[in-house]
T-cell receptor, first 112, second 112 residues
Framework: DTGVSQDPRHKITKRGQNVTFRCDPI?????LYWYRQTLGQGPEFLTY????????KSRLLSDRFSAERPKGSFSTLEIQRTEQGDSAMYLC??????????FGPGTRLTVT | GDSVTQMEGPVTLSEEAFLTINCTYTATGYPSLFWYVQYPGEGLQLLLKATKADDKGSNKGFEATYRKETTSFHLEKGSVQVSDSAVYFCALSPGGSYIPTFGRGTSLIVHP
């Protein structure tokens, strides 16, 4: 297994555009997480899935953000009408354990 | 709410020096505690964990002890190497929750 992969690794977009990121978790993992990380900060929880069910979303998550995991495998995170404040690293992690999460390398979003 | 406080970085050391990175937490109940490491250009990796008071997590020469009385989980290593240069994140997962809270991270730079 090659671990958690994310695509694209970098995305530059203009304010107001929509963007979509993809995460491919480790195949046997049933839970998948999305986080946002800004410079000098730790990962901030956005949402997580158990199989295809989205079980929790951060109360801080704008309704411009939506995530799916249609078949319980890969997941997508879409940001509509991007704003400059959305510029960050978006991290995906997967796990089948209570304790350890396996992180992907992240997608760096720059909104100009 | 739950929170994790780490010492500010960067921490700059010479090779073979002793390392301590302080971490304290605030949480209700009995959380599990973690240290993750992020090497440049890579995703976070679990370094070690402790699931109850007085547990000691250890891996790759790093150690941390879960101190309930001081709500701390300090990371230590007796002799650092240049290859240990990375960002270290302290994190907790509340009992019964799958959602971790991360600290801001502490950058470690080790010079030859």
């Amino acid at each position: 297994d090659t671990g958690v992969s994310q695509d694209p690794r970098h995305k530059i977009t203009k304010r107001g555009q929509n963007v979509t990121f993809r995460c491919d978790p480790i195949s046997e993992h049933n839970r998948l997480y999305w986080y946002r990380q800004t410079l000098g900060q730790g990962p901030e929880f956005l949402t997580y899935f158990q199989n295809e069910a989205q079980l929790e979303k951060s109360r801080l998550l704008s309704d411009r953000f939506s995530a799916e995991r249609p078949k319980g495998s890969f997941s997508t995170l879409e940001i509509q009408r991007t704003e400059q404040g959305d510029s960050a690293m978006y991290l995906c992690a997967s796990t089948d354990s209570y304790y350890e999460q396996y992180f992907g390398p992240g997608t760096r979003l720059t909104v100009t | 709410g739950d929170s994790v406080t780490q010492m500010e970085g960067p921490v700059t050391l010479s090779e073979e020096a002793f390392l301590t990175i302080n971490c304290t937490y605030t949480a209700t109940g009995y959380p599990s505690l973690f240290w993750y490491v992020q090497y440049p250009g890579e995703g976070l990796q679990l370094l070690l964990k402790a699931t109850k008071a007085d547990d000691k997590g250890s891996n790759k020469g790093f150690e941390a002890t879960y101190r309930k009385e001081t709500t701390s989980f300090h990371l230590e290593k007796g002799s650092v190497q240049v290859s240990d240069s990375a960002v270290y994140f302290c994190a907790l997962s509340p009992g019964g929750s799958y959602i971790p809270t991360f600290g801001r991270g502490t950058s470690l730079i080790v010079h030859p």
